[in-house]
């Protein structure tokens, strides 16, 4: 098999037109196609027709930066500045919108200039990604033919917002085909997550845009996307198993002539890591890797409350849990953690959530590791990724605590599987703070 490309870091969204490409107009209008083709992006265009013409038609006294980790918009007036501007992202995956009258002379000395920036380097074949965007069809068509396999036109917003979604989603998937063939299976789980929220909102994008047909149809990849998740899931989890065992194994070849004292065994590698425990019984998180996203994959969703007490069941552990218990109320609740969760000593920190919550009555009995109660609302959701990042913020401090102790004995492979893991869990805190960035922007604007 050939090497596969490196997958597109930085996808640019260029916007060039007379009208829209003023830093303080049609703010709303950018945005919506900014949040909404970002699949990390946790803002999207509402379904509905009323909320849509609201946010792209409103007008703004403000100017505002499209920029995230993945994602960015610039918008231009002027042919040569966008043309410049182009010429430093040349090797960045860019998608291009325009006018018309701006697109007959700057798509010309595009495709002279950037071809290779519009053209799939797996297969050679151009992205269709130049997008025209204007009143008169009929006057686009006459001169875009000739460049007929890179240019889609539309006349209506909502209309290329939808082909846009659309043609992202199924990037990302051709993507994960070829990471999930080539055993690259941590790349292949995000980009088929970028994919499916993709995939979803193009469908409400269908409903929005023929409302006769208001019921949502699920697109038919989803399923297939599902699919390839829990194979590349899987593979990731018995790679890490791997992993673990590998280490055991020098581990004990280390200390098998280590003094034992009494019953206690020092714990193995990384064996009493902070790890992050979501107790869910009755099922209220209804799409984890959206709920939970960047941190679904350090979570152990647990369901069942016997798998969760045998888990714990540890010393060596330690577990920071997130509790949801919709159907208790506030009296029954504390028998439950007494029964349930006090008992262990794996667990080090935990955070309650459940209907109507007080939690006062709760750390009097519960002690210092309750750090907090939650009444479940529609911010249930946000809250328990903020337990995620205080978790994952633990397990960095531990990686570096323990980085430095190896590297301190001259045990420099060891050091490195504790750096290796702390870069890997900082990268996820950078997504989080990204996301929280745009969910923090968009309440403002709204």
């Given amino acids: 098999m050939s090497k596969l490309p490196h997958l597109p870091e930085k996808y640019n969204i260029v916007w060039l037109d007379a009208h829209i490409g003023q830093l303080d107009f049609c703010v709303q209008l950018k945005r919506a196609f900014f949040t909404h083709v970002d699949p990390e992006s ?11 013409d609201q946010f792209i038609l409103n007008q703004s006294d403000f100017s ?24 430093e992202i040349q090797n960045h995956r860019i998608i291009f919108i325009t006018s018309s009258i701006l697109g007959e002379p ?5 495709i002279k200039r950037y071809a290779h920036s519009f053209t799939n380097a797996r297969t050679n074949e151009p992205y269709n990604s130049i997008y025209i965007f204007c009143a008169d069809i009929s006057r686009a068509v006459q001169w875009a033919r000739s460049h007929r396999n890179y240019i889609q036109i539309f006349d209506i917003e909502t209309d290329l917002l939808a082909r846009l979604t659309r043609d992202l989603a199924d990037e990302f998937f051709e993507h994960a085909e070829e990471r999930l063939e080539a055993n690259d299976d941590k790349a292949a789980i995000e980009r088929l997550s970028w994919s499916k929220s993709l995939f979803i909102r193009y469908d409400k994008l269908i409903c929005l845009s023929e409302p006769e047909n208001q019921k949502l149809k699920p697109s038919k990849i989803l399923k297939e996307i599902d699919e390839m998740l829990d194979i590349a899931e899987k593979r990731v989890r018995q790679q890490q198993e791997n992993t673990s065992d590998e280490v055991s194994k020098v581990m004990k070849m280390v200390s098998k002539d280590a003094l034992v004292l009494g019953s206690a065994y020092p714990p193995q590698l990384f064996e009493d890591e902070p790890t992050l425990i979501i107790f869910d019984h009755d099922g209220y998180l209804v799409d984890p890797p959206i709920d939970l996203k960047p941190f679904t994959r350090i979570a152990n969703i647990i369901n069942n409350q016997t798998t969760f007490t045998e888990r714990l069941n540890y010393p060596n552990r330690s577990f920071i849990i997130a509790i949801i218990l919709p159907r208790l109320n506030p009296h029954q609740v504390l028998p439950f953690v007494q029964q349930n969760v006090l008992g262990y000593p794996s667990v080090q920190l935990f955070y309650l959530f459940f209907a109507n919550s007080n939690g006062n009555n709760l750390a009097a009995n519960c002690g210092p590791k309750l750090i907090e109660c939650h009444s479940i609302t529609s911010r249930a959701s946000a809250q328990t990724r903020v337990v995620c990042a205080r978790a994952n913020d633990l397990n960095i401090a531990y990686c570096e605590s323990h980085r430095v102790q190896y ?6 492979s060891v050091a490195n599987l504790f750096a290796e893991q702390k870069l890997d869990r900082v990268s996820l805190q950078l997504k989080y703070n990204q996301q929280l960035r745009r969910e923090f922007e968009q309440q403002l604007f709204e």
């Fill in 42 to 52: 946790g803002q999207e265009v509402s379904p509905t027709n009323q909320d849509i």
């Fill in 64 to 87: 505002a930066t499209f920029d995230s980790f993945h994602f960015s918009l610039r918008t231009f007036t002027n042919v040569e500045a966008c043309l410049n501007y182009i010429d």
């Fill in 106 to 110: 700057a798509v010309e000395q595009l």
């Fill in 407 to 412: 590297e301190n004995q001259g045990d420099n």
